[in-house]
């Protein structure tokens, strides 16, 4: 479908649970900040929240979280998923941390591409910043990833000043050891979180501390940049210096049921009870009125009434 504005929404992001194991600090909240709950959608109307979006022109689904792999149920649904009429393409995200033992059945199932959450090689810094994770887990998660059968492996790493950005090269350098893109994000400000308050860093810090780099191309909200030697891509994405609002082409569906037309404004479409007609009317609704651009994220941006952890990265 066409929204108001000419962008064609073809992709849904899909938060299968708010839970996760780990805790980061640039993602959950403080105690006491922005938290909301509700009762979650059952299996069966994820099925038929992705159909009925699939029938207004979503073609590609994101399952995300929290914690996917927390869901005992993950397979099976993915499965559902993957049966779809008009579904062409399945993507995961997840910290990895429990990617190991999962990573085969997962590619089998239906997953296509997989994106690992990984914003420092450090033990001692990954348990800080997700709040006690295991940097091993989430390694052992990447290897797993790479010898089953995705079609691309991608690494997430949320640019934090004073925290990662003395890694910036190192991180990067797993274009060259592995075949796998190394997405650097800007850290968007979403939980408030004291030890983050100075942390946003442009990611123009990413090709300066890379030296001579040249841009390859632009893929969907990244811009690509490959190292010499590298057998994958560096990708910059900058939701804050450079939105791409005007390319945006998703939409989300958090694990509570409500629709989502725009990550930063807070007015949700509840999808909750409905059957499957009613939730296409609802998606269509949702994308008329998805907003043509988010407040500058730099300026007076004020915390959201969700996290990502419950609205889905
Ligand atoms: N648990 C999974 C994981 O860790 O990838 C999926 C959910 S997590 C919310 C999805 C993505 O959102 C992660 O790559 C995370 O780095 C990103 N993210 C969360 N909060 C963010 C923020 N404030 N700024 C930029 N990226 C953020």
Redesign the pocket.
Known sequence: MIDTYGRKITYLRL?VTKQ?N?N?A??KPEEGTCRETGLLLSPEEMVMAVRAAARLGVTKLRI?????LLRKDILPLVRDFSAIEGIREISL????TLLASHADQLAQAGISRI???L?TLNADKYKKITGGGNLADALAGLEAALTASFSQVKI???LLKGFNDDEIFELASLTRKYPVDVRF???????GSKMLENAYLSADAVTEALGKIEEYRQEGVAKLYRMEKGLGYVGLIK?VSDNFCAQCNRIRLTADGRIRPCLFDDKEYDIRGLNEEEMFEMFREAIRNKPEQHPDLLGDFSCMRR???E???
Not at 93 to 96: C, D, M, R, V
Not at 185 to 191: C, G, Q, S
Request: glycine share 14%.
């Open positions: 938060s996760c780990l980061c640039y993602c995300t979280g929290g914690e996917p995200t997840t910290n990895g994106n690992i959450s914003d997430n790493a949320v994000i800007e850290l968007m400000p979403l939980t939701p996290n990502m952890n609205i889905g990265g």
